[in-house]
């Protein structure tokens, strides 16, 4: 992530060094840019073309997420609400809240190299990091997955986990869907190189898009477990805890780090 305010400064050489920010998980770094110039005139340009420096989350080209409209249409369409309503990663990830406005959903989410898992250091890390020692493929389309219409099916029910599911999308594309405090469902689009969190205890389900495949990669903390619960199943403890964390406390579930922090 880049600073949005880049410091531009005149140097010796009728040159600018045009200073940013760039913040990675906790660490700082500094960024210098030398920009020759022929003269000083071009300050005002130098400087317009900073100010339009902006940062791209890299997340968004392969993860968005909206609230569902009320139509029983296919569950492979988007289902988007008129107008759309996009929601912002800051919604669904609690680490990042900084106001006690935003609706809290402890959904994490990172963009990766898809095509270098098995040697992608930021995989790696964050395998290290939270502890998911194990690690397989759920591809989901009718030659690979055993019963397909009966999963397709199940996965489609509202549910939950007793722990957190794990998807690192490697190829294809798909919707998991989640409830927000308010039990709006939100879709969350996740195409290859998109790996999100969703927290024990999240309702959830989901559906493959209209391009009807998806191989994601599953991970875990130690020995999988993949019950799902299906609603309702609010006495259980990882229900009870994420109501605690995410959805009766306003303004701060857990500090973790997430892609873009
Ligand atoms: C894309 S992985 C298949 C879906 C799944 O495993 C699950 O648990 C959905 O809730
Ligand atoms: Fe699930
Ligand atoms: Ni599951």
Same mark, same amino acid.
């Given at each position: 992530?880049?600073?949005?305010?880049?410091?531009?400064?005149? *140097?010796? @050489?009728?040159?600018?060094?045009?200073? #940013?920010? #760039?913040?990675?998980? %906790?660490?700082?770094?500094?960024?210098?840019? /030398?920009?020759?110039?022929?003269? /000083? @005139?071009?300050?005002?340009?130098?400087?317009? *073309?900073?100010?339009?420096?902006?940062? $791209?989350?890299? /997340?968004?080209?392969?993860?968005?997420?909206?609230?569902?409209?009320?139509? &029983? !249409?296919?569950?492979? #369409?988007?289902?988007?609400?008129?107008?759309?309503?996009?929601?912002?990663?800051?919604?669904?990830?609690?680490?990042?809240? *900084?106001?006690?406005?935003?609706?809290?959903?402890? $959904?994490?989410?990172?963009?990766?190299? !898809?095509?270098?898992?098995?040697?992608?250091? %930021?995989?790696?890390?964050?395998?290290?990091?939270? @502890?998911?020692?194990?690690?397989?493929?759920?591809?989901?389309?009718?030659?690979?997955?055993?019963?397909?219409?009966?999963?397709?099916?199940?996965?489609?029910?509202?549910?939950?986990?007793?722990?957190?599911?794990?998807?690192?999308?490697?190829?294809?594309? =798909?919707?998991?869907?989640?409830?927000?405090?308010?039990?709006?469902?939100?879709?969350?689009?996740?195409? %290859?190189?998109?790996?999100? *969190?969703?927290? !024990?205890?999240?309702?959830?389900?989901?559906? #493959? &898009?209209?391009?009807?495949?998806?191989? !994601?990669?599953?991970?875990?903390?130690?020995?999988? $477990?993949?019950?799902?619960?299906?609603?309702?199943?609010?006495?259980?403890?990882?229900?009870?805890?994420?109501?605690?964390?995410?959805?009766?406390?306003?303004?701060? =579930?857990?500090?973790?780090?997430?892609?873009?922090?």
């Amino acid at each position: 992530m880049l600073s949005p305010i880049p410091d531009l400064r005149a *140097v010796p @050489g009728n040159a600018y060094v045009v200073s #940013l920010v #760039l913040r990675e998980a %906790k660490q700082m770094h500094m960024l210098e840019i /030398r920009i020759g110039a022929k003269n /000083r @005139g071009i300050r005002p340009i130098v400087q317009s *073309v900073c100010a339009n420096i902006y940062c $791209v989350d890299p /997340r968004e080209e392969v993860i968005q997420a909206w609230y569902m409209d009320d139509s &029983d !249409a296919d569950q492979r #369409l988007p289902h988007h609400r008129d107008p759309q309503e996009f929601v912002s990663f800051e919604k669904l990830d609690a680490s990042k809240i *900084v106001s006690l406005s935003f609706s809290e959903l402890g $959904v994490l989410s990172w963009r990766l190299d !898809a095509d270098n898992y098995e040697t992608d250091p %930021k995989l790696k890390k964050i395998r290290e990091d939270r @502890g998911y020692s194990y690690m397989d493929f759920c591809e989901v389309c009718p030659e690979k997955l055993p019963n397909y219409e009966e999963k397709i099916k199940n996965f489609y029910e509202e549910h939950l986990h007793t722990d957190e599911e794990i998807r690192y999308c490697v190829a294809g594309s =798909g919707y998991f869907d989640v409830r927000d405090r308010d039990e709006a469902w939100i879709r969350i689009w996740v195409k %290859k190189g998109a790996m999100i *969190v969703l927290p !024990a205890g999240i309702y959830h389900r989901f559906t #493959l &898009d209209s391009d009807n495949y998806i191989k !994601a990669m599953r991970l875990f903390v130690g020995d999988p $477990v993949w019950t799902p619960f299906n609603r309702p199943h609010d006495h259980l403890p990882a229900r009870k805890e994420y109501v605690d964390n995410f959805v009766n406390k306003a303004g701060g =579930g857990p500090a973790v780090d997430a892609a873009a922090a």
